[in-house]
């Protein structure tokens, strides 16, 4: 076992390296194993996109399918049962670092419906179901953070279930998301329970630039992005020295972390290990794509984390302004738009199941 350097630096300035993507091939070839090994990969997420592509790319999970079909399971409940096999094997493999950070690090991530996105009491209720048949420690359930979603963030909290905010793409959206992880923190204290129920809230980076392409000077080309996490970052690092955090983590709680997402670069003319280098900073996690990761490690290097207050990025933020992008009213439909997209992979996933199911009956 070789551990790369790259990587390792980047582990060592306080960044969980997280990989976004999950296939049955990825755990059965060993390849996971090796990313844990060598380059410093402490955690896994996905996503509704990730398994249609899993599902679809190849055949590796026809056995599987084919079983559920005689116990007569189809549609969502197969899925979930496909999910949750994959899941709780990745669980296992970060087991170590889980146990050996208590909790801190070593997760992995599960979604609920996309079609729940605006459903509080169902999200809920998919969260707690879909946590207690994992039955992992070190596994997250992602709830999206839109206004419906955060009630059922804080009910989730609350009911123990460790929650992935995910959907998030502003500031105000990351803080909208901690807080109402910290009210259901302060609710199990006041009901004396144990306040150390994980959580991560995932800031979706990448997109911000693609939506922004052709409309900005160039010299505020592929910079949104990088200033809309930088300034989640000074929240965050805000948010953690606040009174009342600082109060539930007196009392045992592991504070939430922010996750950057969407971290692969979209510009194929842009570096693609862009977003990797200039969100290097500690206490986070970064979740990227196998591509992204493997950059990286190749040519990758993040020698400086990022400064505590944010650095430029308020100046960066202000001329994107006055560009003429409403930053506000974008981050509401960056969000709406990220809903509908999981929808939409949501709806394929569910076609390749049935048509795999037909052809496999």
């Keep these: 076992m070789t551990l790369n350097t790259r990587t390792a630096q980047l582990h060592a300035l306080g960044q969980s390296l997280w990989l976004d993507n999950i296939t049955r091939a990825l755990l059965a070839s060993g390849t996971l194993q090796r990313y844990i090994d060598e380059l410093s990969v402490t955690g896994l997420t996905s996503n509704p996109t990730i ?8 055949a590796d999970y026809d056995a599987d399918i084919r079983a559920k079909l005689k116990q007569g399971e189809s549609g969502e409940a197969l899925f979930f049962d496909l999910a949750l096999a994959d899941l709780t094997r990745a669980a296992d493999l970060f087991r170590p670092v889980h146990q050996r950070t208590r909790g801190v690090d070593g997760w992995v991530s599960l979604e609920v419906s996309p079609l729940l996105a605006y459903d509080t009491q169902s999200t809920l209720a998919a969260a707690r179901e879909l946590h207690a048949r994992a039955a992992r420690p070190n596994l997250f359930i992602k709830i999206p953070g839109t206004a419906q979603g955060l009630p059922a963030i804080e009910e ?44 991560v809230a995932s800031l979706f980076i990448s997109r911000w630039d693609v939506a922004v392409t052709g409309k900005l000077p160039d010299a505020l080309h592929m910079k949104l992005g990088i200033a809309v996490g930088r300034q989640a970052y000074k929240a965050y690092g805000e948010f953690l020295n606040s009174a009342r955090v600082r109060r539930v983590m007196n009392e045992g709680a592991t504070p939430q972390r922010l996750l950057l997402a969407s971290t ?62 409403d930053l506000d009213a974008l981050a509401a439909k960056l969000q709406s738009d990220g809903a509908a997209s999981f929808v939409k992979s949501w709806h394929e996933l569910l076609g390749v199941i049935a048509s795999k199911s037909a052809s496999l009956a």
């Design 156 to 199: 989730a909290t609350f009911a123990g279930v460790p929650v992935n905010v995910t959907l998030l793409f502003s500031t105000a959206h990351y803080v909208a998301a901690a807080e109402a992880w910290l009210r259901g923190i302060e609710r199990r204290l006041d009901a004396g329970l144990s306040p150390d129920v994980g959580s």
């Design 51 to 58: 398994f249609d592509q899993a599902l679809k790319g190849s």
């Design 264 to 325: 692969g670069t979209k510009d194929p003319k842009a570096s693609d290990t862009l977003y990797i280098e200039q969100l290097a900073a500690p206490f986070t996690v970064n979740t990227m794509p196998e591509g992204t990761l493997k950059a990286f490690a190749d040519h990758g290097n993040a020698a400086t984390a990022v400064p505590a207050d944010g650095g430029d990025c308020e100046a960066v933020l202000a001329a994107v302004s006055k560009a003429g992008i």
